[in-house]
């Protein structure tokens, strides 16, 4: 198609509410409007109407005592600018020249020259790209998800639930009550919330807050076995803090806490790593539940790659090995066997590059020379 020339009084790009409500008002005026709207594209989540096209129940828009489902309520829009003169044009814009009257606007089949010029290209929520976002029955979107909390909130649906905000990591603020000025209700702090049940701190250490600081935090409710939770007034409540604490981290301890807070830990476990009688007995347990004969040569070749790379046994690294094990037999289409390459290859792929994955002279001489008691390394 050849690119047409149109030259207009009035052009409003976005047909959402503000470009209609503009178009309603320059219509009425006799300016005979010119409402230039991106065609539907699911990719981009355009759709003439904006975004009240992608929205159910609309209960905020005076007028509707009941509620209206957006794309109802941009058919009243549409119809009344209509109703006035109002042109509608479904283009994309893609350049405009503000420098001089008339402004100059281009879509890929139009050069429109434009008097006046009224931008009400809205928002697009920036979603995740996670399956659950989609619309039901594929997800929950228009069913819990939304990426609107003012307009979704007080929907039927969350009225008087509690309103769980997700995102983010453990912060010293989440150990206290936090007020919502918007839901109105103080959100409880995380070891309130596992009240009766179990509180895991995965990753200590990794999270935002530094160790020391949340152990700081809780020094004194350990000890009195009440809290205090500030309001946001600065008035100050007293909660049960009857809590059986476990900390287990590979962290060293003296780099966490001092001894007046050690102290009031009570009792501390060191748990060391596996003997290698130990790491046997795993190993071969995980190999039985797996289905994978476990004979002496297989388990004297693993244990020797460590004492080669004088590398430390951990406990779940049986399982870690054996997974790639299952993996690679499974992908070359073997059955399931516990043979010298197979398990070089895991061991490659499991410790990583950092132990280069070419075979080296040395390893493999060391290899030849299996231990006589590997369970004594
Ligand atoms: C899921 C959802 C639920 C919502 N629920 C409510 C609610 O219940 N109550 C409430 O008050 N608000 C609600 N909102 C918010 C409300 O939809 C927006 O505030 C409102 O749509 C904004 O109107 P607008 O006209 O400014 O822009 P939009 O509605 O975003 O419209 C802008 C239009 O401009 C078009 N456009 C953009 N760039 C170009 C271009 N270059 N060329 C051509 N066209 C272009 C877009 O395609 C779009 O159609 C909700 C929003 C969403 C996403």
Not at 346 to 369: K, L
């Amino acid at each position: 198609m050849a690119i047409q020339t149109l030259d207009k009084e009035v052009v409003i790009i976005g047909s959402g509410p503000a470009g209609l409500t503009a178009a309603i008002y320059s219509a009425r005026a006799n300016l005979k409007p010119l409402l230039i709207d991106a065609p539907v594209d699911a990719h981009k989540q355009t759709a003439p109407g904006g975004q009240l096209m992608i929205t159910t129940d609309v209960e905020n828009y005076p007028g509707f005592s009941e509620g209206i489902q957006g794309p109802d309520l941009m058919v009243e829009f549409r119809k009344q600018a209509e109703r006035f003169g109002t042109d509608f044009l479904e283009e994309w814009i893609t350049e405009v020249d503000l420098s001089e009257r008339p402004f100059i606007l281009r879509t890929e089949n139009y050069i429109i020259n434009a008097q006046t010029l009224i931008i009400a290209t809205g928002a697009s929520a920036k979603w995740l790209g996670i399956p659950g976002e989609a619309k039901v029955p594929d997800g929950f979107g228009g069913h819990g998800v939304s990426a609107c909390a003012t307009c979704d909130g007080p929907l039927p649906a969350f009225r008087n639930k509690t309103l769980v905000v997700v995102g983010g990591e453990l912060t010293l603020e989440n150990a206290d009550l936090t007020w919502s000025e918007a839901a109105k209700f103080y959100e409880a702090p995380f070891q309130m919330k596992s009240n009766g049940g179990t509180l895991v701190i995965d990753d200590f250490g990794r999270q935002r807050v530094a160790p020391q600081d949340l152990l700081n935090r809780w020094i004194v409710p350990l000890e009195r076995r009440v809290d205090y939770l500030a309001l946001h007034t600065g008035k100050k409540i007293e909660v049960p803090f009857e809590q059986l604490v476990v900390f287990s981290t590979n962290l060293d301890e003296k780099d966490l806490a001092d001894q007046a807070f050690l102290r009031r830990m009570g009792y501390r476990a060191r748990v060391e790593p596996p003997t290698a009688r130990a790491y046997t007995e795993i190993f071969k347990r995980q190999a039985y539940n797996r289905g994978i004969q476990c004979d002496e040569p297989a388990l004297n070749h693993v244990l020797n790659k460590y004492r080669i790379e004088h590398r430390q046994m951990k406990g779940c690294e049986p399982r870690d090995l054996l997974d790639r094990i299952t993996d690679i037999c499974l992908f070359d289409g073997h059955s399931l066997a516990l043979s010298p390459e197979v398990i070089d290859v895991a061991w490659r792929n499991y410790f990583g590059a950092s132990h280069s994955f070419a075979p080296v002279a040395t390893q493999e001489t060391m290899i030849e020379r299996t231990l006589a008691d590997p369970l004594e390394l």
